[in-house]
């Protein structure tokens, strides 16, 4: 038996979660949208401050720049794969493995988010996280296995500066 093969490079393996990112969330939007009916069953209780629902965003996080009509979605679509192909210049650049996993999570979820706008005209959303507590914004908030990927994505490269030795500080000793 064969032991599965690591990606060799931050780069491949960058565009390999890129692709189980992107993979995961087009299967988790088709099957709630056309196997499981969850516009027919919303909203469900998973926990108390977590619901699945259906929304479709036609912007971005928070239906920021909405874009409702073909040549603003356009628009939109346009700066999203701008924004994309920036960041696969980033991965294309790296060193870091973690970098690249970081990045291809990030690629994947903004690729979903692009895909759904493209096919769909908007962004499904489905997990709806509220809360009581005072946390503005946050106490309502509805995402999408794409939005998660990008958010962890997002996470990892904060820690991961913040682990690291800055090389205008290495260079200070």
Known sequence: ???????????????????????????????????????????IRLLPFLDVV?????????????????????????????????????????????????LGLIIGGALGNALDRLLRGAVADFYFLHTELPVGPLANYVFNLADAAITVGVLTLIVEGFAQPSAAGEEAK
């Open 1 to 43: 038996m064969t032991a599965l093969r690591r990606p060799s490079s931050p780069r491949r393996l960058g565009l390999a979660v890129a692709a189980l990112a992107l993979a995961l969330d087009q299967a988790n939007k088709y099957w709630l949208l056309h196997v499981f009916d969850v516009e027919a069953r919303q909203p």
């Open 54 to 102: 259906l929304s479709w965003n036609h912007g971005v996080s928070y239906s920021l720049l909405a874009s409702e009509g073909p040549l603003a979605r356009l628009g939109l679509l346009a700066l999203q794969f701008s924004i994309i192909g920036v960041i696969c210049f980033w991965l294309w650049r790296t060193a870091s493995r973690l970098t690249g996993a970081a």
